[in-house]
C-alpha cells in the first residue's frame, strides 16, 4: 500500500514551458485535492475533484488545469510557467465520510 | 467561507516540557478538525483529529481538545521530545464540504 504518490520529485521549467505533474492513490478515496506551498508559507488549494469526473477550483486556480483521469489519479497541468508558479506542490487524497486528508510526498517545482 | 486563524506562529519549549497551540474557526458549521505536523522538507502528516461531538482525544503524549461554544480547538504536547520540533498545522471542515481550511502554521521548536 503506496499510499499517494507523485511525479516527478523535482523538476525546473523555463518560463513559458509546460508540464503536468502526476499524483495517485491506491486507498480508494474518493476526494483529491492539489496545494502549492510556498517557503515559510501554509497550503494553498489549487484544484479539488470530490469524486471521479467532478474538479472543483480552489484559492489559488490561475495558471492551473486538471484532470480526474479516473478515481484513482488526479493530474495538475501548468500550460505555460511563470517564475511565480515556483513552489513545492502536495497531492492529497481522503474519503468523504472520514475527512481525513493524506498527503504525498511533494514535487519541487522551479521555473527560471 | 470558513476562516481558520493559528496562534503563536512561533513557539520554543524546552525539552521535556508541554507546548500547546490553538485555533479558532468562524463557521459553526464545522464539524471536523485535523492536524497535522511537516517535518522539514516532508509531507504534511496528519497527527491526529477530533471530530464536533467529542470534547477531547488523545493519542500517547498528544491531545486535541475542542471548545464547540468558543470556536476554538486546540493541540496539546506533553513531555516533549527533539522529534517534536516541526511546523504544525490545524484544519477544520464543515459538514457537507470536500475542503479543509488550513491555519497558517506554528513552528515549535524544542530546545534540548
Known amino acids: 500500500n503506496a499510499g499517494v504518490t507523485q511525479t516527478p520529485k523535482f523538476q525546473v521549467l523555463k518560463t513559458g514551458q509546460s508540464m503536468t505533474l502526476q499524483c495517485a492513490q491506491d486507498?480508494?478515496?474518493?476526494?483529491m485535492y492539489w496545494y502549492r506551498q510556498d517557503p515559510g508559507m501554509g497550503l494553498r488549494l489549487i484544484y479539488y475533484?470530490?469524486?471521479?469526473?467532478?474538479?472543483d477550483k480552489g484559492e489559488v486556480p490561475n495558471g492551473y488545469n486538471v484532470s480526474r483521469l479516473n478515481k484513482r489519479e488526479f493530474s495538475l497541468r501548468l500550460e505555460s510557467a511563470a517564475p511565480s508558479q515556483t513552489s513545492v506542490y502536495f497531492c492529497?487524497?481522503?474519503?468523504?465520510?472520514?475527512?481525513?486528508?493524506?498527503f504525498g510526498p511533494g514535487t519541487r517545482l522551479l521555473v527560471l | 467561507g470558513e476562516n481558520v486563524e493559528q496562534h503563536p506562529s512561533t513557539l520554543s519549549v524546552q525539552e521535556g516540557d508541554s507546548a500547546v497551540i490553538k485555533c479558532t474557526y468562524s463557521?459553526?458549521?464545522?464539524?471536523?478538525f485535523p492536524w497535522y505536523k511537516q517535518e522539514l522538507g516532508k509531507r504534511p502528516q496528519l497527527i491526529i483529529d477530533?471530530?464536533?461531538?467529542?470534547g477531547e482525544k488523545k493519542d500517547q503524549r498528544i491531545a486535541v481538545t475542542l471548545n464547540k461554544t468558543a470556536k476554538h480547538f486546540s493541540l496539546h504536547i506533553t513531555e516533549t521530545q527533539p522529534e517534536d520540533s516541526a511546523v504544525y498545522f490545524c484544519?477544520?471542515?464543515?459538514?457537507?464540504?470536500?475542503?479543509?481550511?488550513f491555519g497558517t502554521g506554528t513552528r515549535l521548536t524544542i530546545i534540548p
Open positions: 492529497a487524497s481522503s474519503e468523504q465520510e472520514t475527512g481525513g486528508q493524506y
Open positions: 486507498m480508494n478515496h474518493n476526494s
Open positions: 475533484s470530490a469524486s471521479e469526473g467532478t474538479t
Open positions: 463557521d459553526s458549521a464545522s464539524n471536523y
Open positions: 477530533i471530530r464536533s461531538n467529542v
Open positions: 484544519a477544520a471542515r464543515s459538514f457537507g464540504n470536500e475542503k479543509l481550511t
